[in-house]
């Protein structure tokens, strides 16, 4: 490992890196450790403004797109060389934990201050980016901010989605843009040299085997629909059986149908109806109207994409008296990393004497978009008992630094490449 690289990573303070996601904890933290961080709220806004200004008093520069993509540079020799990218999301779930997404932002500002702060120079410049709602919690589908910076979904699109309160994406991401006024423009599609992106693992193979760095081969594919159910409102105690349309009723037989479509004895497909709206949600009237989420996943491009196909037929076949809607929002075939950035992940880890293993991600990622631009990987460290999306997730400050020094040394490689 070249001595300019060494140095850097000697410089990746594991405190520092604690203390920042503790600090960050705080902002939507809810009971039980877990963080609410919804995509474009005032929490959202509160995590920029702590990452611009960590990454300010380092001297680097902070540009934004417009969806709010945010991007943390330090300049390379070559001013107009495509960058390497690293970075991941800030924004939460519900009842997320402290360390999904966002630990692969802070691994990836603690790589740049510890290069800056070894003075390495760089062919390239190296971008940190905190990509807008990956999660797709608040406004469905996941990963809008890297499919529309990838060209893969044109930011009109999603400008017209409401969260569960009603509001419209278009207001929330006008207010978040306004509330970092300093901030650079920056456009979509920009070239990018490579990107990797540190994560959780969110499963529990890396502890289970006991290695720290997971060097990740590939994403699964996953479509996700909205289904919606239109029934009419009636009294319950006036109203015979026979004569309702019940929407309630019949979105129960819909997902027992589709339970019967997606079961698996080798237990490979993830099939999740996660989020129900019901009108009027009230004990005593019959539900006038269900949405419901769909979130269907499997690594076999086949299976996902039959599995997919069956949706709409699946749901149709099972309703009775009601009308229904099914409108696919996310269609993600399943991705293989560039084996080139594999290889400079695991030679990283290697180099600093840290055990690695290659594996797939059960979870998706914004690198899921940045495979279809630029030469892709993801470096898992573990997390306990792989639970995540969830108050209770948790991880080890030295196995977030490790992951923090294998990033260091990856992207010092590539950034002379
Ligand atoms: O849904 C996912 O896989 C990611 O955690 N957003
Ligand atoms: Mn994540
Ligand atoms: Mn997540």
């Known amino acids: 490992m070249r001595e300019a690289t060494q140095d850097a990573v000697s410089r990746v303070d594991e405190d520092r890196l604690w203390r920042r996601h503790l600090e960050m904890a705080e902002i939507g933290a809810i009971p039980g450790n877990g963080v609410n961080r919804a995509a474009f709220s005032s929490e959202d806004i509160a995590a920029r403004k702590r990452l611009i200004a960590w990454a300010r008093s380092r001297g ?3 540009s934004v797109d417009d969806i709010g993509n945010l991007f943390v540079r330090r300049s390379g020799l070559d001013a107009r060389a495509a960058p390497v990218m690293t970075g991941s999301h800030m924004d939460s779930q519900p009842r997320g934990g402290r360390f999904d997404g966002i630990y692969g932002v ?4 603690e790589a740049l201050e510890a290069i800056d702060a070894a003075g390495a120079k760089t062919q390239r410049p190296i971008e940190l ?3 807008s709602n990956e999660e797709g919690g608040r406004f469905a589908p996941c990963t809008m901010g890297s499919a529309v910076f990838s060209g893969a979904r044109p930011l009109a699109e999603f400008l017209n989605v409401r969260d569960n309160e009603g509001v419209v994406l278009r207001d929330a991401l006008r207010t978040t843009l306004a509330a970092t006024p300093d901030a650079a423009p920056h456009a979509f ?3 990018v040299a490579a990107y990797v992106e540190a994560h959780i693992e969110q499963g529990p193979r890396l502890e289970t085997e006991g290695k720290t760095i997971g060097v990740v081969t590939g994403i699964q594919g996953l479509r996700w629909f909205d289904v919606e159910v239109f029934g009419e409102s009636a009294h319950a105690g006036t109203t015979p059986l026979n004569v309702r349309r019940d929407a309630l009723c019949e979105a129960i037989a819909i997902i027992n149908a589709l339970h019967a479509l997606t079961r698996d004895g080798d237990d ?3 099939f999740t109806v996660g989020r129900m709206l019901v009108t009027p949600n009230s004990p005593n009237s019959v539900a006038s109207h269900v949405l419901f989420s769909v979130d269907l996943r499997h690594p076999d491009p ?3 994409g039959r599995l997919g196909d069956a949706v709409e ?6 309703v009775r008296q009601c009308d229904v809607k099914v409108t696919p929002t996310l269609r993600d075939d399943p991705c293989m990393f560039d084996s080139g950035v594999a290889d400079a992940i695991e030679q990283a880890a290697a180099g600093l004497g840290i055990a690695s293993m290659r594996m797939p991600s059960g979870a998706s990622h914004d690198a ?5 631009v630029c030469p892709t990987g993801m470096i898992f460290v573990p997390c306990e008992r792989g639970v995540s999306h969830n108050e209770a997730e948790n991880a080890k400050p030295e196995d977030l630094a490790a992951g923090a020094r294998v990033l260091t040394a990856t992207l010092m490689e590539l950034a002379n490449r």
Request: proline fraction near 7%; glycine fraction near 6%.
């Open 60 to 62: 680097f520069s902070v």
């Open 106 to 109: 802070l691994a990836g500002l």
């Open 129 to 131: 980016v905190a990509w």
């Open 189 to 191: 599609a920009t070239p």
């Open 268 to 270: 490979a497909l993830r």
């Open 302 to 304: 086949a299976t996902i």
């Open 313 to 318: 037929p699946t749901v149709r076949g099972a």
């Open 368 to 372: 899921m978009y940045l495979a279809r």
